[in-house]
Protein backbone atom coordinates (compact mmCIF):
# COMPACT_ATOMS: atom_id res chain seq x y z
CA UNK A 1 0.00 0.00 0.00
CA UNK A 2 1.43 3.37 -0.80
CA UNK A 3 2.60 5.02 2.58
CA UNK A 4 -0.55 7.52 4.14
CA UNK A 5 -2.75 6.20 2.47
CA UNK A 6 -5.44 2.91 3.93
CA UNK A 7 -6.32 1.56 0.42
CA UNK A 8 -4.84 1.33 -3.03
CA UNK A 9 -5.41 0.39 -6.49
CA UNK A 10 -4.97 -2.78 -8.09
CA UNK A 11 -4.06 -3.02 -12.09
CA UNK A 12 -7.85 -2.97 -12.90
CA UNK A 13 -8.24 0.27 -11.05
CA UNK A 14 -10.42 -1.32 -8.60
CA UNK A 15 -10.16 0.01 -4.49
CA UNK A 16 -7.77 -2.62 -2.26
CA UNK A 17 -7.90 -2.54 1.33
CA UNK A 18 -6.52 -3.65 4.46
CA UNK A 19 -9.15 -4.84 6.76
CA UNK A 20 -8.64 -6.68 10.37
CA UNK A 21 -11.91 -8.79 11.27
CA UNK A 22 -13.24 -9.90 14.75
CA UNK A 23 -15.43 -12.60 15.04
CA UNK A 24 -17.88 -13.49 17.00
CA UNK A 25 -18.66 -10.18 18.27
CA UNK A 26 -21.78 -8.86 19.74
CA UNK A 27 -22.52 -6.86 16.87
CA UNK A 28 -21.85 -7.21 13.13
CA UNK A 29 -20.39 -3.24 12.07
CA UNK A 30 -17.50 -1.00 10.90
CA UNK A 31 -15.40 0.18 13.48
CA UNK A 32 -13.20 2.56 11.65
CA UNK A 33 -9.80 2.59 10.45
CA UNK A 34 -7.23 1.11 12.98
CA UNK A 35 -3.84 1.92 11.43
CA UNK A 36 -3.45 0.99 7.78
CA UNK A 37 -6.57 -1.34 8.20
CA UNK A 38 -10.26 -1.11 8.34
CA UNK A 39 -11.20 -3.19 11.81
CA UNK A 40 -14.79 -4.72 11.15
CA UNK A 41 -16.71 -6.71 13.80
CA UNK A 42 -18.46 -10.02 13.09
CA UNK A 43 -20.97 -12.02 15.05
CA UNK A 44 -20.29 -15.13 13.04
CA UNK A 45 -17.35 -17.38 14.03
CA UNK A 46 -14.50 -18.30 11.63
CA UNK A 47 -16.05 -21.74 10.83
CA UNK A 48 -17.22 -23.33 7.37
CA UNK A 49 -16.12 -19.48 6.07
CA UNK A 50 -19.67 -18.23 7.50
CA UNK A 51 -17.68 -15.36 9.23
CA UNK A 52 -15.90 -14.19 5.38
CA UNK A 53 -19.31 -14.42 4.13
CA UNK A 54 -20.63 -12.05 6.62
CA UNK A 55 -17.57 -9.84 6.16
CA UNK A 56 -18.58 -9.67 2.46
CA UNK A 57 -22.34 -8.81 3.48
CA UNK A 58 -20.99 -5.97 6.23
CA UNK A 59 -18.93 -4.18 3.62
CA UNK A 60 -21.21 -4.18 0.87
CA UNK A 61 -23.90 -2.88 3.08
CA UNK A 62 -21.59 -0.51 4.31
CA UNK A 63 -20.13 1.10 1.11
CA UNK A 64 -22.90 0.46 -0.93
CA UNK A 65 -21.91 -2.10 -3.58
CA UNK A 66 -23.62 -5.24 -4.67
CA UNK A 67 -22.06 -8.44 -2.68
CA UNK A 68 -20.57 -9.59 -6.27
CA UNK A 69 -18.17 -6.48 -6.21
CA UNK A 70 -16.54 -7.36 -2.57
CA UNK A 71 -13.62 -10.00 -2.77
CA UNK A 72 -11.26 -11.42 -0.56
CA UNK A 73 -7.90 -11.38 -2.57
CA UNK A 74 -5.95 -12.80 0.91
CA UNK A 75 -6.71 -13.93 3.91
CA UNK A 76 -9.37 -16.12 4.04
CA UNK A 77 -8.57 -18.11 6.94
CA UNK A 78 -6.72 -15.38 8.88
CA UNK A 79 -8.05 -12.30 10.55
CA UNK A 80 -5.91 -9.51 8.51
CA UNK A 81 -7.54 -9.39 5.30
CA UNK A 82 -6.82 -7.73 1.84
CA UNK A 83 -10.15 -7.21 0.23
CA UNK A 84 -10.96 -5.57 -3.28
CA UNK A 85 -14.44 -3.54 -3.98
CA UNK A 86 -14.86 -3.16 -7.41
CA UNK A 87 -16.89 0.42 -8.39
CA UNK A 88 -15.76 1.93 -5.15
CA UNK A 89 -14.03 5.40 -5.63
CA UNK A 90 -11.18 5.87 -2.84
CA UNK A 91 -12.27 8.94 -2.44
CA UNK A 92 -15.59 7.90 -0.56
CA UNK A 93 -13.65 6.03 2.16
CA UNK A 94 -14.18 7.34 5.78
Not at 2 to 18: A, I, M, N, S, Y
Not at 67 to 84: D, F, H, P, T, Y
Request: charged share 30%; no cysteine; aromatic share 4%.
Amino acid sequence: MPQGLPFRKDKQGETVLKVRVEPRSSRAEVVGWLGDSLKVKLTAAPVDGAANKQLVEVLSDYFGVKKSAVRILRGGSSKNKLVEIEGLNGDALP
